[in-house]
Each structure stands twice: as structure tokens, then as C-alpha cells.
């Protein structure tokens, strides 16, 4: 490409880039004297007590697999973990602030996934036990927020969560069907962090948090190897959701 030839699209370049920083330049002035007026969208909702919202979300379960003192006598599993697999969550959002820097939530909904068992025997062959769930949840949590700056807030929260997943294997016969069966019921410790930007119409928050169970969800069964090499299983799930309150 000869000099010339290159010249008018260095011209709209640079006009393109100049444009762009006055148009950043004038936003962030807009923004700066609306927060120092204080009619920044945060005193909008500031004296709302409780508001509602929808979470969705994305998630990432597994198994952690605590092994049993028959593991080392087994000869015929080697190796047992859980393997993890992608899920989403839907929930609604109720919630109570409880002075300036606290909020009491529910958010009751669904989360659908899916997490593995799998086994390995000492020749190298795989046994695979796919768990596929839908779980009713019912979070409870309670979050600190920092003060607002300019329409943002920053927060941290934690919480205990009950689910029931209603699609369970749990009433399958373990031993017909060699599967290794998970109770429908669980507990977990959730914490996690994210933070609030206030718009005209809503508080857009995005939010990632770690779930660690707190019960042994394995059931066992005498009459299969799987479960015999097993102590207890604990879930865990890391997700990340965008909340929408107002």
C-alpha cells in the first residue's frame, strides 16, 4: 500500500480516536457533576426498604469424593473423583435492607446441571455415573455493601442454601443398574462477591459465588463396589449470575 493510499484512513482513524475520547472526556464530566449535585441514581432506590428482581446465572458443579478405608483393599478400582459439568440457575430475588450496609435476601429457584462419578479399575477401563439434576433452591444470605461511589457499590455476601433436586437417581436400585446413587437433599455454605450500578430503572449486579456442601449426600449400598471405596461425597459449584432488582 503506497503512502498516499493510506493517508485518508490514517485521517478517519484519528478523528474516529479523537471523537471517541472527547465523547469519554464529556460522559465522564456529565457523570462527575451529577455526583458532586447528588443526583446520581443511587438516591433513588436508597430509600426503598425491600425491592425484588430476577437472578440468572450460569453454574459449574462437581463431587468432592472422600474415599473410604476399603479403597486400598479394592482390586478392582483404582482411581475414584468426581468430574465436573455446566449447568444455569434461575431465581427470583426478595430483599430487606437492614440499615445502610445490610441486606437480608431469599431467592428462591431452579438450577439445572449436571456432575459425574467416574471410576477407573487398575486396566485402565472407565465407569461413568452421570448425574443429571434440577434442584429447588432455597437461599438464604445476608450481604455487607460499601458505600456508594458514583452509582457503584461493591459487596460481599454468604448464606446457607437448601436444595431438592426433584429428577434424583436416589430411588433407582443401585445394584440392577450399577450406578451409584445421590441423595436428593443438601445443605450448602455459600459466599461470594459482586458489585451494584445503579441505572435510571434498576440496580444491575453482577455476582459470582462458591457453594460447598455440608452433608455427605452418598448412599450407600453393600452390594456395590462403587460405593463400598467411598467414605462421603460433598457437592461444590462455583456460579456467576447478573441479578436485575429494583
Known amino acids: 500500500m503506497s503512502v498516499h493510499s493510506s493517508h485518508p484512513w490514517r485521517m478517519r482513524y484519528l478523528s474516529g480516536l479523537q471523537a471517541l475520547i472527547l465523547c469519554c472526556l464529556w460522559t465522564f464530566s456529565v457523570d462527575a457533576q451529577s455526583y458532586q449535585s447528588g443526583n446520581n441514581n443511587y438516591l433513588k432506590f436508597r430509600s426503598k426498604p425491600i425491592y425484588y ?9 462437581n463431587y468432592k469424593v472422600f474415599r473410604s478405608t476399603q479403597f486400598d ?3 478392582s478400582i483404582r482411581l475414584a473423583e468426581g468430574v465436573a459439568g455446566p449447568g444455569f440457575n434461575v431465581h427470583v430475588i426478595g430483599n430487606l435492607k437492614i440499615g445502610e450496609y445490610f441486606d437480608f435476601r431469599f431467592l428462591p429457584g431452579f438450577s439445572f446441571g449436571e456432575r459425574s462419578l467416574l471410576f477407573t479399575d487398575f486396566a485402565g477401563q ?3 455415573t452421570k448425574i443429571e439434576s434440577v434442584f429447588v433452591e432455597l437461599p438464604f444470605q445476608l450481604r455487607y455493601k460499601s458505600a456508594p461511589y458514583k452509582d457503584v457499590r461493591i459487596f460481599v455476601m454468604s448464606g446457607i442454601k437448601y436444595s431438592w433436586d426433584v429428577a434424583s437417581n436416589s430411588r433407582i436400585k443401585a445394584a440392577e443398574n450399577n450406578i451409584v446413587r445421590i441423595s436428593p437433599t443438601d445443605f450448602q455454605f455459600e459466599v461470594g462477591a459482586g458489585f451494584q450500578i445503579f441505572t435510571p430503572f434498576f440496580i444491575f ?4 459465588k462458591v457453594s460447598q456442601g455440608l452433608q455427605n449426600i452418598l448412599i450407600f449400598d453393600d452390594e456395590l463396589e462403587e460405593t463400598k471405596v467411598l467414605q462421603k461425597i460433598l457437592s461444590r459449584a462455583f456460579t456467576i449470575s447478573i441479578n436485575l432488582e429494583g
Open 53 to 61: 428482581g430476577m437472578s440468572l446465572g450460569g453454574n459449574s458443579g
Open 73 to 75: 483393599q479394592s482390586d
Open 126 to 128: 472407565e465407569s461413568r
Open 205 to 208: 449486579s453482577p455476582e459470582f
